[in-house]
């Protein structure tokens, strides 16, 4: 393409020209509809637009602090919302057990970001980690839900650590990267975005090491058979092989370049894009065989460097809100 590009919509995904659906409808299950318009651009000319300037690797793995407390709510099938994780301190990045029955989460009820579980039923909560001024960050639950991969930030360096939910150890993974981050558990052992000398890129770990996969993709999340999704830097959707470090592009571009949440479950990607109001957002859902996004719910919800849970018998959605308050709007 030649001439001055087109400036795309951050917040809405693009996929590749022979995925481009050939109609959409603009059906979308929601609140409001806010946004049909774009969305519907974003879908079907996805071939006139580029993505803007690349961003600095480090804007992908950053954090903003937020502004106002945070809750945990799970998204039910009929698109209502439940609080489930309510403290006087901020609750952020939750993930649900396997068997769905407890939330991990990271809080601020002690004065600094901790590792908590809390029941779903609301009846129980109990802290596990006390770095106490460290940042506890993206905990993931093992299949076994007897373990919780976290990352803890400290002296501007993220490392990652096994944490036992019975009997409270708290241990380092030695992994001979600067950094680690956003680490979820695979088959055989775990992922996770690392740092060394040369660049940032998706390692893998397990009881014989650890070891760099390929360099310049973020965000792994499992994909099954070996595989994992991971974003680049300019939010471009891959399937990446853990075997040779190859990979597929699935989608042309995440919303926020791949920093705002998402999830894959079944087949089915779950993102985030903004509201059309400030301090909002849209929990969407798009077949990654082919399909139409849909919106399944709006609200006062943060959508950059968040995490999306889903469960894996129920369906639900474990997403994080902000506190309802004059500055947030609460959707009826």
Known sequence: MTGSPQEPDP????????????????????????????????????????????????????????????????????????????????????????DEQ???????????????????????????????????????????????????????????????????????????????????WVEGGWVAGCRDADAWGICFGDAAGTRKIADGYYRPAPAGLGNVYVVDDRGGFYNLSLADGSATKVLDGLPGRGRYGWEVDEGNLYFLARGEIDNTGRLMKVDLGGGEPETIYTGAMPVE??????????GRVLITLYQPSSDYPVFE
């Open 11 to 98: 917040d809405e995904p693009r996929y590749p020209a022979s995925r481009v659906p050939a109609t959409h409808l603009g059906r979308y299950r929601h609140h409001y509809l806010l946004g049909a318009a774009a969305l519907l651009a974003s879908l079907l000319l996805p071939q006139l637009v580029q993505t803007p300037d690349t961003p600095p690797a480090g804007d992908l793995l950053s954090v903003e602090e937020p502004p106002g407390d945070r809750d945990l709510a799970l998204i039910e099938a009929d698109h209502d919302a439940t609080i489930v994780v309510k403290s006087p301190g901020d609750d952020h990045s939750g993930r649900l057990s396997p």
């Open 102 to 184: 407890w939330i991990a989460f990271v809080s601020r009820q002690s004065g600094f970001d901790e590792l908590w579980v809390a029941a779903t039923d609301g009846a129980t909560e109990r802290r596990l980690t006390r770095f106490d001024g460290a940042t506890v960050r993206y905990p993931d639950w093992h299949r076994d839900g007897t373990r919780i991969l976290i990352t803890v930030q400290a002296d501007a360096a993220e490392r990652l650590y096994e944490v036992g939910i019975e009997s409270g150890s708290v241990t380092e993974i030695g992994t001979g990267f600067l950094d680690v981050t956003t680490p979820r």
């Open 305 to 314: 460097d968040t995490t999306i849970s889903i469960g894996r018998s129920s």
